[in-house]
């Protein structure tokens, strides 16, 4: 894709997802409309639009494609004022699509290897592992409106992780395996993005407000390089929980979770910008908003407002596409052993 003269760091890489495949005339169309419109609503001044290269394609059509603004004039407007901006909401409804919107310069340097960041529940895998905890000891529901509370932002996480966590008391500690082996399920592509990904030389974390028997366990299965959750006590005879943290362990809060991705990418010598997070609740947006490209998939409505980016194509390996790789791309590090 040739990039006219211009301020290349003025520019904004587009990436969009439809929500089934289309013909190439409906993407001409639907990108023209959205380059008027983020003309007309940011003052992108003397902005050209570059020709889109499609990413995924089939007998049916086209479903990614990505294409690159480049401003010509001084300013450049913030990224999530473009993206949060109800007329390109109403643009993405029209044609049926979903735009993720990165900084040019961050977009090129997903091509080096860099650290990918992942909250666990409801991200990594489908579960909210303290509900299935709750459920053996038949009080998921309660445990489930408090869950539901702090991933909205509604209360304060380490409150609701006390709150919840003093009503396992009583669980037994042969939950975990029975929980590996019937009841988790990775995210469609989790297993496909973390190999790519693998392939290409980054290092990957699980930071997870979940507990360290699940993430642990989940780090060992798609081969990340560190895990982090939060610590249990168990009974003297090691058959139950208590219902208590672990008094000496730090919870994996949001602002720890932030801490843990800077302590990360420094000890790795991997800067910010070459940073992606995914997260889907309240105590992610610290570390989504610290890494270059922080993604909520598929988020709670407030997670997705204030979100960098957002995701909701359901699978996983989606991400990829915001790193620069087409299809055939992705199928071949797959193919690789």
């Keep these: 894709m040739a990039e006219p003269n211009g301020t290349v760091e003025n520019g904004m890489v587009l990436t969009l997802f439809y929500k089934s495949p289309v013909s190439a005339d409906v993407v001409a169309d639907s990108i023209r409309h959205l380059h008027s419109v983020i003309n007309k609503t940011c003052e992108f001044q003397q902005a050209v639009l570059n020709p889109y290269k499609e990413l995924e394609w089939g007998d049916e059509g086209v479903r990614v494609v990505v294409?690159?603004?480049?401003?010509?004039?001084?300013?450049?407007?913030?990224?999530?004022?473009?993206?949060?901006?109800?007329?390109?909401?109403?643009?993405?409804?029209?044609?049926?699509?979903?735009?993720?919107?990165?900084?040019?310069?961050?977009?090129?340097?997903?091509?080096?290897?860099?650290?990918?960041?992942?909250?666990?529940?409801?991200?990594?895998?489908?579960?909210?592992?303290?509900?299935e905890l709750a459920a053996a000891v038949g009080v998921k529901d309660k445990v489930s409106a408090i869950t539901t509370r702090a991933m909205e932002g509604e209360i304060d996480f380490t409150e609701s992780l006390k709150l919840r966590v003093a009503l396992l008391e009583g669980v037994p500690t042969t939950v975990w395996d029975d929980l590996k082996e019937s009841t988790i399920k990775f995210t469609p592509g989790a297993r496909d993005l973390t190999k790519c990904l693998k392939q290409l030389g980054?290092?990957?974390?699980?930071?997870?407000?979940?507990?360290?028997?699940?993430?642990?366990?989940?780090?060992?299965?798609?081969?990340?390089?560190?895990?982090?959750?939060?610590?249990?006590?168990?009974?003297?005879?090691?058959?139950?929980?208590?219902?208590?943290?672990?008094?000496?362990?730090?919870?994996?809060?949001?602002?720890?979770?932030?801490?843990?991705?800077?302590?990360?990418?420094?000890?790795?010598?991997?800067?910010?910008?070459?940073?992606?997070?995914?997260?889907?609740?309240a105590n992610d947006l610290p570390m989504l908003g610290t890494a270059g490209l922080g993604i909520a998939f598929d988020a709670k409505p407030k997670v997705q407002m204030e979100a960098p980016a957002r995701l909701n194509t359901k699978n996983l390996l989606d991400v990829m596409y915001l790193l620069g790789y087409d299809k055939k791309a992705i199928d071949g590090l797959l193919l690789e052993p």
């Excluded at 390109?88 to 990165?102: D, I, L, P, S």
């Excluded at 000496?248 to 790795?268: C, F, N």
């Design 67 to 131: 294409t690159t603004i480049i401003s010509t004039s001084a300013d450049c407007p913030d990224i999530r004022t473009v993206s949060k901006g109800r007329e390109v909401a109403e643009t993405e409804q029209k044609f049926g699509f979903e735009a993720v919107f990165e900084r040019k310069n961050t977009y090129d340097s997903h091509r080096a290897p860099g650290l990918a960041v992942f909250d666990m529940d409801s991200t990594l895998i489908q579960q909210e592992v303290i509900d």
């Design 202 to 281: 980054w290092k990957m974390a699980v930071l997870s407000g979940g507990f360290t028997p699940l993430a642990s366990w989940v780090a060992h299965e798609l081969e990340l390089d560190y895990y982090h959750a939060n610590k249990l006590c168990i009974s003297e005879d090691g058959a139950y929980l208590t219902g208590k943290l672990e008094p000496d362990s730090d919870i994996i809060h949001a602002e720890r979770k932030q801490a843990l991705l800077l302590r990360i990418a420094a000890g790795d010598g991997i800067p910010l910008e070459r940073v992606v997070a995914v997260g889907d609740g």
